[in-house]
């Protein structure tokens, strides 16, 4: 048990030391800017943004960088491209948290927090509710691949969650004079709304799972 954390946890440092490289090495807005001067060729800029959408967990940008490129370089009608981005950019760390040893030790206790969360939300809502609230994306995918959630359910709960962000971005960069990381998110007004519709999915389940730890007395039956 101890071997497995402690191997773990140098895995997880070396893998934070090589975000952290990656990040400084690489400005999320000069690499925003150089994608989006391709835009006016197609193929190219297919291929590049496709580049730049699964290596995003590796410099841990948000997934908002990509889609506001997006919009500046097709406008709103980029919002399904973005949104497909939005799925794949998060298939990678979802994959790498499936197939890692996670019997044991911090990734084995992270695995079954996120078990438990997904038996008491159902894996299309609880990924939709984590995705719709303004959390990093790659932890999300992480312990979703940790609790064993089916691929099609994480996918679909993803395009669902993400919807609203990648919309919000699209859109700041469809409405941008030059290529900007700044207002990623389309201001206070989608973040609560987004935060609201994640309670809301969550508060049956967790009114449930109170009813059945006798949290909530009164309405036992």
């Known amino acids: 048990m101890e071997r497995a954390t402690a191997r773990q946890l140098v895995g997880l440092a070396l893998l934070g030391v090589v975000a952290l490289t990656a990040a ?7 690499v925003a800017r150089r994608v989006s001067a391709l835009a006016s060729e197609p193929w190219l800029f297919g291929a ?20 506001v490129v997006v919009g500046y370089a097709v406008g709103p009608a980029g919002v399904p491209v973005a949104l497909a981005g939005a799925v794949v950019t998060c ?13 044991a030790g911090l990734l084995g206790t992270l695995g079954d927090h996120g078990r438990g969360y997904f038996a008491a939300a159902g894996d299309v ?16 995918s992480y312990t979703a691949g940790l609790a064993g959630v089916r691929p099609g359910h994480y996918a679909l709960g993803t395009a669902a969650g993400e919807l609203p962000w990648v919309t919000a971005a699209v859109l700041v960069g469809a409405s941008a004079d030059t290529v900007t990381t700044e207002g990623l998110h389309g201001g206070p007004a989608v973040i609560v709304g987004a935060t609201a519709l994640a309670v809301l999915l969550l508060s049956g389940p967790a009114y449930q799972l109170a009813r059945e730890r006798g949290v909530v007395r009164g309405f036992r039956t």
């Open 48 to 67: 590049v943004l496709l580049a730049a959408y699964l290596l995003r967990p590796v410099v841990a940008w948000p997934i908002s960088v990509l889609s």
């Open 91 to 103: 298939v990678p760390p979802y994959l790498v948290a499936r197939h890692v040893g996670h019997d």
């Open 125 to 140: 809502r609880g990924i939709v509710a984590a995705r719709l609230a303004p959390l990093p994306a790659d932890p999300v």
């Open 24 to 30: 400084v090495a690489l400005s999320p807005a000069a």
